[in-house]
């Protein structure tokens, strides 16, 4: 790993104030990806993976055709608008319009869109096939159950809504890194994605254990209680804003609890509906978060808390003019801007996995 990315510590150390919540203390894996260029031999997200050259590569097989004909975009084009994006925030807006080079980028594209038009029936109805969303190594993310001898986690996705909640389907991979000897050079890509915040920017990862602590909503209503008494909180000398004595409860979420971002492992976050236990369809065991897939790295306002110090000014600073945020390094965007969240078996990583949108 060439950079390095850190939690600012917790403003407020919650066992000491909570003795009762340290037995759910939860490692987790903030992945903290970064625009960069991956190799297939690195951990990343959106980047080139491990892929044997033998074994097809993954498709999506669900039907497509009920997809309404919105507002989509091919990967290339994706591409050439962030690049145009990324080029006018460094010009300042100086310059509208397209450089030759965009101009260049433009045109190939289009030539491709056709010669795929030409080449078969319509794309949706394909089998699709599915885009890199996260490769993760177990040396980079030791907190990975992998099966066997597998030291490798590959996460695809198909970019377009299914059902149910108008999401990315996903597919998991595990593999031995070592049994990889030809890779597969240029996989192939989907004709369109459904929305262009299915189309992960690669990033390479700054992986950082942390300790999570449940979102008060998976609390039972004693803890949360005992949460909301701002006594409790007085009385154990927590440096707490008095704005926070009507609702401590959310200064612990929004600071104590489980953090924003990408990340392996952990507590899930909640709030849009409230919790919503997963349980694996083989073993019936409730199943346990594997890979939260974000929207958005910190939140804003006092989310910012979350911001890594070495990009605490740039949080505070915004900057989110050109479609450049520095708190959506991935461009990913599920749902209203929420989170993915992928989930496993304890029993078996093998056992089918689950998603939903948080
Ligand atoms: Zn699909
Ligand atoms: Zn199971």
């Known amino acids: 790993m060439v950079f390095v990315r850190t939690t600012p510590p917790r403003p407020v150390d919650v066992t000491t104030v909570f003795p009762e919540l340290a037995p759910l203390a939860r490692p987790a894996i903030r992945l903290h990806p970064r625009p960069g260029s991956p190799s297939v031999g690195e951990s990343s997200v959106g980047g080139p993976l491990l892929w044997p050259a033998e074994e097809p590569w993954p498709h999506c097989e669900a039907s497509h055709l009920h997809v309404d004909s919105g507002f989509r975009q ?47 029936p319509p794309p949706a109805d394909c089998p699709v096939p599915m885009l890199p969303v996260a490769q993760l190594f177990l040396r980079d993310i030791p907190l990975l159950r992998p099966p066997g001898q597998a030291d490798l986690l590959q996460v695809l996705w198909c970019p ?14 595990w593999r031995s890194a070592a049994e990889v000897v030809d890779i597969l050079a240029i996989p192939p890509e989907p004709y369109e994605v459904n929305d262009d915040g299915y189309l ?109 110090c070495e990009e605490q000014a740039a949080a505070k600073a915004g900057g989110h003019c050109c479609g450049q945020s520095p708190s959506r390094p991935t461009k990913v965007a599920v749902g209203s801007t929420d989170n993915m969240q992928i989930y496993i078996c304890p029993a078996s990583p093998e056992h089918p996995h689950t998603d939903l949108i948080q």
């Open 74 to 120: 091919s990967p290339d084009d994706v591409r050439l608008m962030r690049r145009m994006q990324a080029r006018r925030h460094r010009d300042h807006h100086g310059r509208g319009g397209m450089t030759p080079g965009e101009a260049a980028l433009k045109e190939r594209n289009a030539m491709r869109r056709a010669e795929r038009f030409a080449a078969g």
């Open 160 to 173: 377009y809504d299914h059902d149910p909640d108008h999401k990315p389907s996903t597919a998991l991979f």
């Open 200 to 308: 992960p920017e690669p990033c390479v990862l700054a992986p950082e254990a942390i300790t999570e602590y449940p979102n008060s909503l998976d609390l039972g209503p004693q803890l949360r209680l005992m949460l909301e008494d701002w006594n409790r909180w007085q009385a154990a000398g927590a440096d707490v804003d008095s704005s926070y004595a009507d609702w401590p409860r959310d200064f612990y979420d929004i600071h104590l609890a489980d953090a924003p971002g990408w990340k392996a492992g952990g507590w899930p976050p909640w709030g849009r509906t409230d919790p919503n236990p997963r349980y694996c369809t083989v073993c019936e065991v409730q199943m346990v978060p594997l890979l939260t897939i974000a929207s958005f790295e910190w939140d804003g306002g006092e989310g910012h808390s979350w911001a890594p």
